[in-house]
């Protein structure tokens, strides 16, 4: 419960008294707030209209899209109502369809100023945890950095690309490969989704997408009456100049420009083949492409790892080669941690595949699935016990791992099993990190029979050890 939370209750305070002085028309008021038992809450104006995130959902299921006179407006809306809010001192951080009112007059509304920041407070001043959604963070969020006016501004081009093409810039499995995209993969361009974008809007959705905020639109305002001059701008016409009356052609002409053609062609082909030698060799030079490097972490000292036993809850692992993975009946859990201060400081990871060790513990063992997610709690393997340092026995979802899996691996006969951490290196390398942990555990539809053994980094056949093999590139 939060608001037991001196440091949370005081932040909640001051971040509400921020918000509820907000007065304007394209901003959802905040009346009051308050706390009651255990719960934080705010007294806000009721908007008579519907969800924007509903209205583009139907449109996609019809294969339609808004004009864009009535995108311009959306974005003049929503643009005006930032640059209010960043006035005053307050970051969205949070800015997505599913955060917008399209009221019964056509106004659209931003709700929800200012609750990311109310609800993870305490992941502000305490980590550097990311807030906002993977879809809509700007690559400074993703990065973990708080962020400021221009993030909204990125989060408002990703709606804007959204509105002209009716799908989002990046998509992937998981929504650290999407914050990743957003980190470092280049964005399609919109008229590749869209040919019949006007170029005029198409650059306006560029420059709001920038990698590097200083290259963005520096205000929302500023976005909106780029978009609207584009829009007003009229298409680029050929022009039609008139014909002139041919003079009388004579004979000899054509064949006399047949020659001056070939003379012209040989001499400027002799000319130019000492330049064309240098030019290659330029090229050659100038254009060094990232090689990509592989490394197998695996061992004691580079991987360790933890089995968490239900049956025995107070004590800590103790050095076996065998850790186990029950059902539901007894929820056991294996920590991995990985210590990755081999690769390069500015390694941009390609792939990260953990590979495992697995043997059916019984003839009859059911086939199930073993997922990984990420550690948000520092463990040590001397100390880790089903009871602590978790926030509940067997660790809590939210507090003590990410729930969102990594992969998802069915399980069936003995062998080795791979999956795909790639998100989850690149995001501790995109904070500067040298490595961390994740936790395996059955799926939860696995059937409650299951039980599996996983080899650990104490087998003595180095094959048989959990392994973290990962791909990258260094920039050049």
Request: one cysteine or more; proline letters at 9%; hydrophobic letters at 40%.
């Amino acid at each position: 419960h939060l608001t037991g939370d001196a440091e949370f209750a005081a932040r909640f305070r001051r971040e509400a008294q921020a918000v509820a002085a907000l007065e304007h028309p394209n901003i959802v008021r905040v009346y009051d707030f308050d706390t009651a038992d255990d719960l934080a809450f705010l007294v806000m104006e009721c908007i008579t209209g519907s969800g924007f995130k509903e209205q583009l959902r139907e449109l996609h299921n019809r294969g339609e899209r808004l004009p864009l006179a009535r995108v311009a407006q959306i974005m003049r809306d929503l643009a005006d109502a930032l640059d209010y809010a960043h006035q005053h001192g307050i970051i969205h951080r949070d800015l997505k369809p599913a955060n917008v009112i399209l009221a019964t007059n056509d106004r659209a509304v931003l709700t929800d100023f200012g609750i990311a920041r109310m609800i993870d407070a305490t992941a502000i001043t305490g980590s550097h945890d990311t807030l906002g959604t993977p879809a809509y963070m700007s690559p400074e969020q993703g990065r973990g950095e708080p962020g400021d006016a221009r993030s909204d501004v990125y989060a408002l081009g990703v709606m804007l690309y959204q509105l002209c093409t009716g799908k989002l810039p990046f998509d992937a499995d998981t929504p650290y490969a999407i914050v990743l995209k957003h980190i470092t993969a280049p964005l399609p361009s919109p008229r590749s989704v869209r040919p019949d974008l006007p170029d005029a809007v198409e650059r306006v959705i560029l420059k709001s997408l920038a990698k590097n905020a200083a290259d963005r639109f520096q205000t929302a305002g500023d976005l909106a009456r780029a978009l609207q001059l584009a829009l007003e701008s009229p298409a680029p016409r050929p022009i039609a100049l008139p014909r002139l009356p041919r003079a009388p052609r004579p004979a000899w002409r054509p064949l006399a420009l047949v020659f001056a053609t070939i003379l012209l062609c040989f001499i400027l082909f002799i000319a130019s083949r000492p330049l064309r030698v240098e030019r290659f060799l330029a090229q050659a030079t100038l254009a060094p492409t990232a090689e990509r490097t592989a490394i197998t972490f695996n061992g004691p000292g580079v991987v360790e790892d933890t089995w968490l036993d239900p049956d025995a809850s107070d004590e800590a692992w103790h050095a076996s080669e065998t850790a186990h993975l029950h059902g539901a009946r007894k929820p056991d859990r294996i920590l991995i941690g990985f210590n990755l201060t081999r690769l390069p400081v500015n390694a941009l990871p390609i792939s990260a595949t953990l590979t495992l060790r697995i043997e059916r513990a019984t003839p009859d063992a059911t086939p199930c699935k073993i997922t990984a997610y990420r550690l948000l709690v520092p463990w040590r393997p001397a100390t880790a016990t089903y009871n602590s340092p978790w926030s509940k026995p067997g660790m809590a979802a939210n507090k003590d791992y990410d729930p969102t899996p990594l992969d998802l691996v069915a399980l069936s006969d003995s062998g080795t099993r791979a999956l795909d951490v790639t998100p989850l290196v690149a995001s501790w390398l995109s904070r500067g990190r040298a490595g961390g942990g994740l936790v395996l555990m059955l799926a939860d539809d696995s059937d409650p029979n299951c039980h599996y053994s996983i080899a650990t980094t104490e087998r003595a056949n180095p094959a048989d050890r959990p392994t973290l093999r990962v791909v990258y590139e260094v920039p050049k």
